[in-house]
């Protein structure tokens, strides 16, 4: 019996190692946490999900989607947003966000406009002191 117990912790250390790891991205590594760009979109959708949430504009100039990951739920009421008044889709929203690193149209999402009061996801983030591009 205790040669069966043995024989399983093995086999469960061989099939751990043996699969691939899962694990969550670096932001520096995905986006350019050094650059703040501000942006106008309508939103299209919003995914209130943990642990993050993800937003879908559609710039109104180029009718191009960008696609964005931001804090949790709950960090967002923490920072003020209230999730179902502020956040609809269909509003039109001045943004700001860390660019990805490979050009694409994603980022990650740093502070939203809401009644013309800029709300910082980021918490303690301080916004470099770039030009906005």
Same mark, same amino acid.
């Given at each position: =019996? #205790?040669?069966?117990?043995?024989?399983? !912790?093995?086999?469960?250390? @061989?099939?751990? +190692? $043996?699969?691939?790891?899962?694990?969550?991205?670096?932001?520096?590594?995905?986006?350019?946490?050094?650059?703040?760009?501000?942006?106008?979109?309508?939103?299209?959708?919003?995914?209130?999900?943990?642990?993050?949430?993800?937003?879908?504009?559609?710039?109104?100039?180029? =009718? #191009?989607?960008?696609?964005?990951?931001? !804090?949790?739920?709950?960090? @967002?009421?923490? +920072? $003020?947003?209230?999730?179902?008044?502020?956040?609809?889709?269909?509003?039109?929203?001045?943004?700001?966000?860390?660019?990805?690193?490979?050009?694409?149209?994603?980022?990650?999402?740093?502070?939203?406009?809401?009644?013309?009061?800029?709300?910082?996801?980021?918490?303690?983030?301080?916004?470099?002191?770039?030009?906005?591009?």
């Amino acid at each position: =019996m #205790q040669r069966l117990g043995v024989l399983a !912790v093995i086999a469960g250390a @061989l099939l751990a +190692a $043996g699969s691939p790891a899962i694990a969550h991205h670096a932001v520096n590594a995905q986006f350019d946490a050094a650059k703040e760009v501000g942006m106008t979109g309508v939103l299209k959708e919003f995914d209130n999900r943990a642990p993050h949430a993800y937003w879908v504009f559609v710039d109104p100039k180029t =009718m #191009q989607e960008w696609r964005f990951e931001s !804090v949790s739920p709950a960090t @967002l009421r923490r +920072a $003020g947003i209230r999730l179902k008044e502020d956040i609809v889709v269909g509003n039109k929203y001045d943004f700001y966000y860390a660019p990805a690193r490979d050009g694409s149209h994603t980022g990650l999402l740093r502070a939203l406009m809401i009644n013309t009061r800029r709300r910082d996801l980021m918490g303690d983030y301080i916004a470099p002191d770039k030009e906005k591009e």
